[in-house]
């Protein structure tokens, strides 16, 4: 899996971190405003983006700004997996997958893209 990390809005500084134990890539999680995990490659690593995802889930009340998490993935990886409800003004969740418009509030990619 490969994991886009994002410190601030204006991206001038980011991380690519390939397969991390998970306190080094919690400690990364909990520094960055946008994460990028991507599993459109790796089908198995949905667990691990699941851990990622509940791991900031519960530790909301120890951010200091609102943070956006973005799993890039497939149409049948999607299928399979479930992401916890989150406060959207603290901790964002989406899920992009390749080839078709999902959700709505794609312009929050806008910046990045």
Known sequence: SLLLLITNQSAD???FLQDPDRDHLLSCLLKCQVVI????QEAEQVE???????ALHARMDQFSEP???VLVSTVMTRA????PATNPALFS?????????????E???YSYF
């Open 13 to 15: 500084c980011v991380r």
């Open 37 to 40: 995990y991507d599993i459109s």
């Open 48 to 54: 691990a983006a699941t851990w990622a995802v509940t």
């Open 67 to 69: 943070k956006v998490f």
């Open 80 to 83: 399979s997996s479930s992401s």
């Open 93 to 105: 969740t989406y899920v992009v997958a390749s080839g078709l418009q999902y959700g709505m509030g």
């Open 107 to 109: 312009q929050i990619f």
